[in-house]
């Protein structure tokens, strides 16, 4: 079983677990992530957002966290490939960011539609 196909997938999933669990302990950025998340949950539990809606919250929390994983994967190894200060790492690690920057305006955007018509 272990070396199955399906026995391949449970240990891969395994070890997404693990990373994901990885993430929010030890990477600072993801846990200002996860709390922001769970304060947009909590607001759309205050104001009933709709299914529909949920369903873009929820979207948009995961685009922005998983950009985030992997702007956190890119940045560790680019740490380790190389250590010291280099403007080609710099600018890598600058792309990554950026990309979690426009996951995070996505999802700011999506939450202004969301929650501009409960509030004004």
Same mark, same amino acid.
């Given at each position: 079983?272990?070396?199955?196909?399906?026995?391949?997938?449970?240990?891969?999933?395994?070890?997404?677990?693990?990373?994901?669990?990885?993430?929010?302990?030890?990477?600072?950025?993801?846990?200002?992530?996860?709390?922001?998340?769970?304060?947009?949950?909590?607001?759309?539990?205050?104001?009933?957002?709709?299914?529909?809606?949920?369903?873009?919250?929820?979207? $948009?929390? @995961?685009? %922005?966290?998983? =950009?985030?994983?992997?702007?956190?994967? *890119?940045? !560790?190894?680019?740490? &380790?490939?190389?250590?010291?200060?280099?403007?080609?790492?710099?600018?890598?690690?600058?792309? $990554?960011? @950026?990309? %979690?920057?426009? =996951?995070?305006?996505?999802?700011?955007? *999506?939450? !202004?539609?969301?929650? &501009?018509?409960?509030?004004?």
């Amino acid at each position: 079983m272990r070396d199955s196909f399906l026995g391949k997938r449970i240990r891969g999933g395994g070890y997404a677990i693990k990373g994901a669990w990885l993430l929010l302990k030890h990477e600072q950025s993801i846990q200002v992530q996860f709390v922001l998340a769970i304060i947009m949950c909590i607001a759309g539990y205050f104001f009933d957002i709709t299914k529909s809606e949920w369903m873009f919250q929820f979207l $948009a929390i @995961g685009l %922005v966290m998983t =950009a985030e994983g992997l702007n956190s994967g *890119i940045e !560790a190894m680019a740490d &380790f490939v190389h250590p010291d200060f280099h403007s080609k790492i710099g600018h890598i690690k600058d792309i $990554a960011a @950026g990309a %979690v920057f426009i =996951a995070a305006l996505i999802a700011v955007i *999506i939450g !202004a539609f969301i929650y &501009f018509p409960y509030i004004f």
